[in-house]
């Protein structure tokens, strides 16, 4: 099993940004597509976007599209979510997951896809 490790969440304002990052303790991404999803209080978790093996096949949500940017650098190990033009709305506990596939799969929205998961990092976004 991989052990995913998220960081970069923390407080801003709205229309600020922030870069989450998600990476591993020991062990390649190289061959997982990466998702991520959040979850704000009170609600259930929420598919953001996905990246697979190649890096220009991504997927967002509609909320979030155009706002923010899933990237991955194999090289570090890394996969990135940039949120640009953060509103209130985005505050959520965010969480990577990932899954072994191969190189032509599509990213799946759907949470029940992904077999490791990270245990998240905090997003506040103040009006």
């Known amino acids: 099993q991989v052990q995913l490790i998220e960081s970069g969440g923390g407080l801003v304002q709205a229309g600020e940004s922030l870069r989450l990052s998600c990476t591993t303790s020991g062990r390649t991404l190289r061959e997982h597509a990466v998702a991520w999803f959040r979850r704000a209080p009170g609600q259930e978790r929420e598919f953001v976007s996905a990246?697979?093996?190649?890096?220009?096949?991504?997927v967002y949500a509609d909320s979030v599209k155009g706002r923010f940017t899933v990237s991955r650098d194999n090289a570090k190990n890394t996969v990135y979510l940039q949120m640009n033009s953060l509103q209130p709305e985005d505050t959520a506990v965010y969480s990577c997951?990932?899954?072994?596939?191969?190189?032509?799969?599509?990213?799946?929205?759907?949470?029940?896809?992904?077999?490791?998961w990270g245990r998240g990092t905090q997003v506040t976004v103040s009006s």
């Open positions: 990246i697979g093996r190649r890096t220009g096949d991504t």
């Open positions: 997951a990932s899954k072994r596939v191969i190189v032509t799969m599509s990213p799946s929205k759907q949470a029940g896809s992904y077999d490791n």
